[in-house]
């Protein structure tokens, strides 16, 4: 998506007819992941969860990713040791009692796409509590500055000092690129949508395709620390994820930043949804 020029930030409007599809995916991939999360107890693999999200997204119409589900508990859920990009697949990891896990997911739906990631805790654990609890700045600070078209990677420098103000260790350092964020777009629907590694190939070609015509303006569709990313944010979708890490505990979210080009800063940039479920946990927590 090149360019979003007639959204509106949700309360002031209706959305689009190409955002409401884009929130109606998003919208299933965390319903798909609440009701898997709801079904996880001691003994159940990555692999086991990660056929779960499967198995049920495609009973709901699903034939597309822009990549197949990942599942990880226990310290994995912090990239403990992670090196290699086959490190991130679904493993026989069986959770226990008071281990945290995070279940990612990007369905593709009647063309729109989704990347959300949702973490959870099996039984109680204060500092996972307290994880989820602080991500919410995040989300607040990366907004902020978006709408205030400070570069990408200077945001994500200031999301890096704001993680270790709380004490926390950058985990989305780890993926490939280091990529905080990534844009994402609509997929031409086809009767046959293979994946390769994991990924979609018709969502692949799409984001090749924004690097190509990015490289050429001076933008890349990854928001990462690196100079390739020293512009200030590109219109359009991305698909956002801060990662905390603390003792082998690692939290998320991951959900789509609409990035617009109006000159009005509270259309200019805001979040797709706010009925997603780790803002109303924080809704929750300050009613309590």
Not at 40 to 60: H, I, K, N, S, Y
Not at 63 to 72: E, Q
Not at 116 to 127: E, F
Not at 244 to 258: D, N, Q
Request: net charge neutral; aromatic share 12%; proline share 7%.
């Amino acid at each position: 998506m090149a360019s979003v020029t007639s959204a509106t930030p949700p309360g002031a409007g209706e959305l689009t007819a190409g955002l409401r599809g884009f929130r109606e995916v998003q919208r299933l991939a965390y319903d798909c992941a609440e009701a898997v999360a709801a079904q996880l107890g001691p003994g159940v693999t990555e692999r086991e969860a990660a056929r779960m999200q499967r198995e049920w997204l495609r009973e709901r119409g699903v034939r597309d990713w822009f990549h197949l589900p990942f599942a990880w508990f226990g310290d994995r859920t912090a990239f403990v040791n992670f090196r290699l990009p086959l490190q991130f697949f679904p493993t026989h990891r069986a959770l226990e009692p008071g281990m945290a896990f995070i279940l990612d997911m990007a369905p593709v739906h009647r063309g729109f796409t989704a990347d959300i990631g949702y973490s959870g805790c099996l039984g109680l654990s204060p500092v996972h509590d307290r994880l989820l609890a602080d991500l919410e700045a995040h989300r607040q600070l990366i907004l902020r500055e978006v709408r205030e078209r400070r570069s990408l990677r200077e945001i994500y420098e200031d999301v890096d000092r704001l993680m270790v103000r709380q004490g926390y260790a950058n985990r989305h350092r780890a993926y490939p690129f280091g990529v905080i964020a990534h844009k994402v777009d609509r997929v031409r629907r086809r009767s046959w949508s293979p994946t390769l590694f994991g990924f979609g190939t018709q969502a692949l070609k799409g984001l090749a395709s924004d690097a190509l015509h990015g490289h050429r303006e001076g933008w890349s569709p990854l928001w990462s620390p690196y100079a390739f990313s020293d512009h200030p944010p590109q219109p359009g979708l991305w698909a956002v994820e801060p990662h905390l890490g603390f003792r082998g505990t690692g939290a998320k979210f991951e959900e789509i930043l609409v990035v617009t080009d109006s000159k009005d800063p509270q259309e200019s940039a805001f979040w797709l949804d706010d009925d997603l479920p780790h803002v109303r946990r924080w809704q929750e927590e300050k009613a309590a």
